[in-house]
């Protein structure tokens, strides 16, 4: 079974910082890794697939790397709107995995 | 546009059942497997199990399996969630998704909060 490790748990930025978040799997899973956005009280909103693809209507800032076990969400520009929970995910047909969360929030 | 409607807010008691469900709106689960996620107060995202609708094939995450069940009604599409015996632990807010074979989900239900409490 496959487990993601996100680091750091919470970053507290200013706006127009860049903000890294880190997610580290237990193995390698190719390029499975996906980045979803959640905002309080909110369902999670996909914003990157497979590693770097980004969705329909996401802000060009948002941006995603890696490969093999370690990955990346970058954040070029921290705006207000940005304030949520970031989770990793491993999907696949046997059984997914998320990340444990980076609250970003913006001072 | 398809949209996942899920059903209200649940209180029950330890021990007690209850079923959530999660209904494709304008559209259907064909071609698409229907999953389901947990999420506990302040934490994380815990994907739970899954269905396809295709030969009702369930798959369970270790951590829930023999502890709820996932079904489907391909005639209303809709998707279910149960359990025949909750624990205070199963307090959470539990979202379905629609995946298949390996993408991600991209689409979510509103979430449905389930609170166990004596």
């Known amino acids: 079974e496959i487990v993601l490790t996100q680091s750091p748990d919470f970053q507290s930025s200013t706006p127009k910082e860049t903000v890294t978040i880190s997610c580290r799997a237990s193995?390698?899973?190719?390029?499975?890794l996906h980045w979803f956005q959640q905002k309080p009280g909110q369902s999670p909103k996909l914003l990157i697939k497979?590693?770097?693809q980004s969705m329909s209507g996401v802000p060009s800032r948002f941006s995603g790397g890696g490969s093999g076990t370690d990955f990346t969400l970058t954040i070029n520009g921290l705006e207000e709107d940005d304030a949520a929970t970031y989770y990793c995910q491993y999907s696949t047909a046997d059984t997914p995995a998320f990340g444990g969360g980076t609250k970003v929030e913006i001072k | 546009e398809v949209r996942l409607v899920q059903s209200g807010a649940e209180v029950k008691k330890p021990g007690e059942s209850v079923r959530i469900s999660c209904q494709a709106s304008g559209g259907t689960f064909t071609n698409y497997w229907v999953a389901w996620v947990r999420q506990v107060p302040g934490r994380g995202l815990e994907w739970m199990g899954r269905?396809?609708?295709?030969?009702?094939?369930?798959r369970y995450s270790p951590a829930f399996r023999g502890h709820v069940s996932i079904s489907i009604d391909n005639t209303n599409n809709i998707a279910y969630l149960q359990w025949s015996s909750l624990r205070a632990s199963d307090t959470a807010t539990y979202f379905c998704?629609?995946?298949?074979?390996?993408?991600?989900?991209?689409?979510w239900g509103q979430g449905t909060q389930v609170t166990v409490a004596s």
């Open positions: 497979y590693v770097s």
């Open positions: 269905i396809d609708p295709t030969d009702f094939y369930t």
């Open positions: 998704t629609r995946e298949y074979g390996g993408n991600p989900p991209a689409l």
């Open positions: 193995q390698s899973i190719g390029s499975s």
